[in-house]
């Protein structure tokens, strides 16, 4: 599947391309003015009629090696997408705005990904945000397609399986992390799998809860027929 990024230099985001869907990317934040903007942005977009609303949510850093294994080092991004809306927020721009910590903590807003038991840990223990309703993919593709040989299947994988085959992303065995020309700033490659990485959280999450929902419903359905 063919995945492109444009920069939108004048507005300082991306517009991210998966196949025919397009995202909306704010990347390189740590400031609370655009992180409260966008933030506001999708209340007013997904929070309608009181509905829960699911985020996908990830968090990176770059990987350093010492004597063969991975150093458990802090993470430097937090990534959150609501359908065709992206947030990389830089969490190395200093304490993280009451608005980002008060969205997190949300009741009535769940966060899914993979491993997020342990990201959110991570993510309390350092920078003090509580994720308050964190939602294991694993978990949730186990439930709604009833199968428990899907082990600890990456992200990739798992959109085969749960959104179909025409979601294959591949994605390249290294990518840069900052850009070549501007300290500080993540590159395009970077920004650009940071976003498949929130948006297949989401997606893959999304469409599980539908499923569990319509399996409900039919349940229900048959046993008042």
């Not at 996908?56 to 609501?82: H, N, T």
């Not at 498949?196 to 469409?207: E, N, T």
């Amino acid at each position: 599947m063919e995945i492109t990024i444009h920069e939108d230099q004048e507005e300082e985001d991306y517009v991210v391309t998966i196949g025919d869907k397009r995202i909306h990317t704010v990347a390189n934040v740590g400031n609370s003015i655009i992180v409260r903007g966008w933030l506001r942005e999708v209340k007013r977009v997904y929070a309608k009629n009181h509905r829960k609303i699911l985020v996908g949510l990830c968090a990176d850093r770059p990987l350093r090696y010492k004597k063969g294994q991975v150093v458990d080092e802090p993470y430097q991004i937090l990534q959150l997408c609501i359908d065709s809306h992206c947030l990389i927020f830089d969490l190395e721009e200093g304490k993280p705005p009451c608005a980002l910590k008060a969205f997190l903590r949300n009741p009535r807003i769940e966060f899914v990904g993979i491993g997020i038991h342990r990201v959110a840990e991570k993510l309390d223990e350092k920078f003090g945000l509580y994720v308050g309703k964190p939602v294991d993919l694993h978990e949730l593709v186990r439930e709604a397609i009833c199968r428990n040989d899907l082990g600890r299947r990456g992200l990739e994988m798992l959109a085969k399986i749960v959104l179909g085959e025409d979601m294959d992303i591949t994605k390249p065995s290294h990518i840069e992390w900052e850009h070549s020309m501007y300290y500080n700033i993540l590159s395009d490659d970077k920004v650009k799998f940071a976003t498949v990485d929130a948006f297949l959280s989401y997606k893959i999450g999304d469409k599980c809860k539908k499923i569990i929902r319509d399996n409900k419903s039919n349940k229900n359905h048959v046993s008042f027929s």
